[in-house]
């Protein structure tokens, strides 16, 4: 009986630590490989960043989705799926060229301000390196003509 105890636990870890070995295995599989990957990069430029290929990006992914600033929606009457966007709400413009400090649209990745919810609305914040991107684009004056 005891040998059939001890050969019942022994067959029993050897299985747990096949599963686990397994698992482990997956996860390291999963991050090795080609290097494709469905996760969009965040190593943005320092500066001169492009509308078309870090902002624009940005703001389609997280901003102008159904029920939000898209065409179809505005949300307070921002369009910012509009290419390019005026960045005019219905009443302000969101976006000051040359100064994140004072960008409503900046200000409100961070926190609630004049009683609208920080953004994106009901998701996530944005990662440090987008926010980061979007107050540079500002700062250098927020073209949208690349």
């Not at 009986?1 to 999963?30: D, Y």
């Not at 870090?54 to 179809?72: E, F, T």
């Not at 953004?119 to 990662?127: C, Y």
Request: hydrophobic content about 35%; proline content about 5%.
């Amino acid at each position: 009986m005891a040998i059939t105890k001890h050969l019942s636990v022994k067959i029993t870890l050897r299985l747990l630590i096949s599963g686990l070995t397994v698992l482990i295995l997956a996860q390291f599989a999963s991050c090795s490989g080609d290097g494709s990957t469905n996760v969009e990069p965040e190593n943005f430029p320092e500066s001169d960043l492009s509308w078309n290929l870090h902002i624009r990006p940005i703001l389609q992914d997280n901003c102008a989705v159904p029920g939000c600033h898209d065409s179809g929606t505005k949300q307070n009457g921002l369009d910012l799926q509009q290419d390019p966007p005026t960045f005019q709400s219905n009443t302000r413009l969101v976006v000051v060229p040359f100064s994140r400090t004072t960008s409503f649209l900046y200000a409100l990745l961070f926190t609630e301000t004049d009683g609208i919810q920080r953004m994106p609305k009901d998701r996530g914040a944005l990662s440090d390196a987008k926010v980061n991107a979007i107050g540079t684009w500002i700062d250098e004056g927020a073209n949208t003509a690349n």
